[in-house]
């Protein structure tokens, strides 16, 4: 029912964003300490629906979609096999996408859980996820059937996302002395996984809302 409610809304953020200017294609967010640059000409900011817990969100002239999303991760949980086992079962409790591949890496010199997904055989995406800063900075990139993470310009349009002050590292060493604030500290990492979900499926449905209107 959210899906049927969002696509409308979705075909009309489609139709009428407009291009921005140079000086405009870079966003910062102090708060998080972190900014995103455009990767190109052919990419311009969207405004994301109501409701769609998103920070910044871009698409391309090429139907790609990039959204960011921030959310509180506690300071005493890294990306570990853990943290990916609980991601990947966030995203398939609401998202109907089969896992394509997925890997611990290292981006902007922090431990990086990347993972590619692909949902009705038409549309791919590729997620990255890094804990700093008490946060969880979550990168996604949407686009058609050939998978996002092979293509020439992938890394630079997830290197568009800097860190603007040196990013503090989580560790699993850190102890909240707070019983009580600890667990809502875990609760807000949980709710940053669904975030990421939802943020999968806002960007399946910019692309599947694109190839509508682009049919009629």
Sequence with gaps: MRSRIMIPTLL??????AAVSAAENVKAFPTYKCQYTLPGNDWSWAEPPSGVQADCMARSGGGLVFIL??????????????????????IN????AKKQGGRITIFRGLPCYQSEWVA?????AAIRVVAANGL???????????????????????????FTSPPVPHSAAATDPNERIAKISQRAGEVGVYCLAAALVLG?????????SESV
């Design 12 to 17: 009309a953020l489609l139709a009428g964003q």
């Design 93 to 96: 409790r609401v998202v109907a």
């Design 136 to 162: 969880s900075y979550g990168l996604l990139l949407c686009g058609k059937t050939d998978p996002v993470e092979k293509r020439p310009d992938f890394e630079a349009i997830m290197n568009g996302f800097e």
């Design 69 to 90: 999303i921030v959310s509180p991760f506690p300071v005493d949980r890294v990306i570990d096999l853990k943290a990916v086992s609980e991601f990947d079962q966030g």
């Design 120 to 124: 009705d055989r038409k549309l791919t």
């Design 204 to 212: 399946l449905l910019v692309r599947g809302a694109r190839k509508k």
